[in-house]
């Protein structure tokens, strides 16, 4: 069972920067895809960006591509975010994913972990 735990997040005001982390448990097989979905109140939750352990692959979503940045660092099993020139339309609970495979749905994820509120305000 792999166990993630985000941090990072808090309150911004547009056009600021956040990063947020997720510490994996352990390095498995079952994690080799890891990313990060958002979900703000009342809607789905969505894919925001995604990478393969390996490095060979990253994916962002239209919406924040140019603007936000995934990396990983092998020796603390942690996955990051960049997040520059925030929006209020980024305002959700950002929430770490692991699979084996390569996700965009949130439907096709295996773990989860509990959440971070990214506040972006005007």
């Known amino acids: 069972q792999v166990q993630l735990v985000e941090s990072g997040g808090g309150l911004v005001q547009a056009g600021g920067s956040l990063r947020l982390s997720c510490a994996a448990s352990e390095r498995t097989v079952s994690r080799n895809t890891m990313g990060w979905f958002r979900q703000a109140p009342g809607r789905e939750r969505e894919f925001v960006a995604g990478?393969?352990?390996?490095?060979?692959?990253?994916d962002y979503a239209e919406s924040v591509k140019d603007r936000f940045t995934i990396s990983r660092d092998k020796f603390k099993n942690t996955v990051y975010l960049q997040m520059n020139s925030l929006k209020p339309e980024d305002t959700a609970v950002y929430y770490c994913?692991?699979?084996?495979?390569?996700?965009?749905?949130?439907?096709?994820?295996?773990?989860w972990g509990k959440g971070a509120l990214v506040t972006v305000s005007s």
């Open positions: 990478i393969r352990w390996s490095g060979s692959w990253t």
């Open positions: 994913a692991a699979d084996p495979l390569t996700f965009r749905e949130a439907r096709t994820v295996d773990y």
